[in-house]
């Protein structure tokens, strides 16, 4: 399929789904009310003169730029840690060993529950969401990192070695890209993961953002802005992953894709 | 059978050959008790600038002998030698060229070629203009910036070849290089690698499970039993005449009868080989 009809294809579930959603939600039927009652599912045209809205007087631009900072520094907090504790670990078997087990303890919690904790200790402010998204990053990043130094070709560092590399040449030329192509084809998933802490973050309690946004909605039966601040958390994820595609393409290049013979 | 060193290059009296394995035993441990005898009791030795193969059956141990040529492996008793001095750690006068891809797949061809240089401290700029003259020594000269999975196989192995030669060792391992390659492949990396060998004459340990490969490519032709507990069974010479080209020395006489005559030792050992791997 060329690209060209993908794409067709695409905004044709997009116009379809509205489309069924406007019908459902405004046009009456015999009784006089739409099957649908919009005061529970909003109607696609309340839902974006409300975007509109929040746009047109730069309202939403403060929010986004909140939830963008606790995404991006619990994403660069959360990776920087994992790669160095992966790094450690995979390189002391016996420091893994010993923390083998409280590894695995701390990953099965479900990581809600620090929120309430994370609140108490960092404040209402930013830092409380960016701690929520470092514990699900680190843990990420950490796995593919840890697994990326162990599972490097025992030929390819037989070879190294015999190329005459010292420990510190060894790191920089092998585990270093090794961990580092693990880590980036978990990117996508580790990203996600920070904007997650970062809205939940603010869901459970907070003064700015898009999850504020939302809860607020929700707080006075506002389905409109809850559905509002829905499709631009969507959005938001959508150009987030985008960005992570170029960055891996641009990084990755070296590994091998799926052949394409078009030229 | 039993050639010394000395004999077999006479012109060259270097007292220390440039790699000599004495009386050397690997055995693994495989668990509680229990343990395997990869080899045992082999003496080997190659003179500088001598060109040795070592044919066996599958699995009778000759990558084992030729990783503790390289240091990768300390043997279980018995020594190496290198150029006189006892080897311990990583023989550092070795290149090694792999059966299994070696190539750092995050490194474009100049870069996987350039990097033995920039380990040794040659600066960056340098290492990949000679890196560079290397490939085109290869007949990779228009690959520089692919990445090894954009290579075939055989252009992967060229790159292995000027990775290890750029460092100029005086020593070359080889195990099984040109094992993955069709035949046609093979007789042309073998040309290649005589190409580039007759210009400084290293001593290279070469192994193989071809028969063929081995006479056509080297000076000597050490033949090993079936495992476990492999020995060096035999030892030739090889009566052909340098410069060779692959593809012709087959049809010589002087071949016909060499392969005749270790054959006949070599095929009890692939047959025990076969009984005791189940023709795997």
New interface residues.
């Given amino acids: 399929m060329s690209r060209v009809t993908l794409i067709g294809f695409q905004i044709l579930v997009m116009v379809v789904t509205l489309a069924a959603w406007h019908l459902l939600t405004t046009v009456p039927m015999s009784n006089g009310k739409p099957l649908v009652p919009p005061f529970f599912f909003s109607t696609p045209g309340d839902v974006f003169a409300r975007i509109w809205q929040w746009f047109a007087d730069g309202s939403i631009w403060r929010h986004l730029w909140i939830t963008l900072t606790e995404a991006t520094l619990a994403f660069v907090i959360g990776s920087v840690g994992g790669i160095l504790v992966g790094f450690w670990f995979a390189r002391q078997p016996l420091i893994a060993a010993i923390f083998d087990p409280y590894v695995k303890m701390i990953n099965a919690l479900p990581r809600i529950v620090l929120a309430p904790i994370f609140t108490l200790w960092f404040g209402l402010g930013i830092w409380s969401k960016v701690a929520l998204g470092v514990t699900l990053v680190f843990f990420i990043v950490f796995f593919n990192v840890y697994q990326g130094v162990r599972e490097v070709s025992p030929t390819v560092l037989a070879n190294a070695r015999m190329l005459g590399m010292n420990e510190r040449q060894l790191m920089r030329h092998v585990y270093w890209p090794s961990a580092l192509s693990w880590m980036f084809s978990s990117l996508h998933t580790s990203v996600g993961f920070a904007v997650v802490g970062a809205v939940v973050g603010e869901y459970l309690g907070s003064a700015a953002g898009l999850g504020y946004l939302i809860l607020q909605a929700e707080g006075t039966f506002d389905i409109a802005g809850v559905f509002a601040g829905m499709f631009v958390l969507a959005a938001f994820v959508i150009v987030i992953d985008g960005i992570v595609t170029l960055v891996e393409r641009r990084l990755l290049v070296w590994r091998p894709a799926a052949a394409d013979t078009r030229t | 059978m039993g050639v010394s060193a000395a004999e077999a290059l006479p012109g060259k009296m270097r007292a220390a050959p440039a790699v000599a394995l004495d009386d050397v035993t690997i055995t693994f441990r495989l668990g509680k008790g229990v343990t395997y005898t990869a080899v045992s009791e082999a003496t080997l030795s190659v003179a500088d600038g001598e060109f040795v193969a070592i044919v066996g059956p599958t699995g009778c141990g000759k990558s084992t002998l030729l990783n503790v040529a390289?240091g990768?492996l300390a043997p279980s008793s018995g020594t190496a030698d290198i150029f006189g001095e006892r080897l311990t750690g990583?023989n550092?006068q070795?290149?090694?060229l792999?059966q299994?891809?070696?190539?750092?797949?995050?490194?474009?061809a100049l870069q996987n070629v350039a990097?033995?240089l920039e380990?040794?401290g040659v600066a960056s700029s340098e290492a990949k203009a000679r890196a560079a003259d290397w490939l085109k020594r290869v007949g990779l000269g228009g690959f520089a910036a692919r990445?090894?999975?954009m290579l075939s196989g055989g252009q992967r192995k060229r790159v292995g070849l000027a990775?290890?030669l750029i460092?100029d060792p005086k020593i070359l391992l080889m195990d099984e290089p040109f094992g993955p390659l069709d035949a046609q492949t093979r007789q042309i990396m073998g040309n290649l690698l005589l190409d580039l060998w007759s210009a400084d004459r290293k001593a290279v340990l070469f192994v193989t499970h071809d028969l063929e490969e081995a006479i056509a490519l080297s000076d000597r032709v050490v033949i090993m039993s079936a495992g476990p507990a492999a020995r060096i069974i035999g030892d030739w010479r090889v009566p052909i005449a340098r410069p060779r080209d692959i593809s012709e020395v087959r049809l010589e006489k002087g071949f016909h009868d060499l392969h005749r005559e270790i054959w006949t030792v070599l095929k009890d050992e692939v047959l025990k080989g076969y009984a005791q791997t189940g023709g795997g």
């Fill in positions: 390289a990768l990583l550092s070795a290149g090694y792999f299994a891809d070696s190539l750092f797949p995050w490194k474009t990097i033995g380990t040794a990445y090894p999975h990775q290890v460092r």
